[in-house]
Nanobody, 122 residues
Framework: QVQLVESGGGLVQAGGSLRLSCAAS????????MGWFRQAPGKEREFVAA????????YYIDPVKGRFTISIDNVKNTVYLQMNSLKPEDTAVYYC???????????????WGQGTQVTVSS
């Protein structure tokens, strides 16, 4: 089992920054890929970014490339999503996810956090 707890969401003006955190726990965390998804009102949940346990592999969707950075702290068992140059279209509930597969982490991860709201005002 893997437990995930997100934090760091909030309200920010367009052009601002936020950093999301995801604290992970569980016996198998060391072998998992970690990722972030988001779900805007009235839209389906979409993949945003993912990272390997070592940090050597990272993947982003095009709309966030150059603005968002995913990172991992193996000592704290925490994954971060640094979001810069935020846009109103980034408004969504952001979810942390974990899976043992690099393919599944971008599609249907096995473990999810509860989500944290990010609102970007224009």
């Amino acid at each position: 089992q893997v437990q995930l707890v997100e934090s760091g969401g909030g309200l920010v003006q367009a052009g601002g920054s936020l950093r999301l955190s995801c604290a992970a726990s569980g016996r198998t965390f060391s072998s998992y890929f970690m990722g972030w998804f988001r779900q805007a009102p009235g839209k389906e949940r979409e993949f945003v970014a993912a990272i390997s346990r070592s940090g050597a592999w990272k993947y982003y969707i095009d709309p966030v490339k150059g603005r968002f950075t995913i990172s991992i702290d193996n000592v704290k068992n925490t994954v971060y999503l640094q979001m810069n140059s935020l846009k109103p279209e980034d408004t969504a509930v952001y979810y942390c996810a974990a899976d043992s597969s690099s393919a599944s982490i971008r599609g249907s991860p096995g473990y999810w956090g509860q989500g944290t709201q990010v609102t970007v005002s224009s």
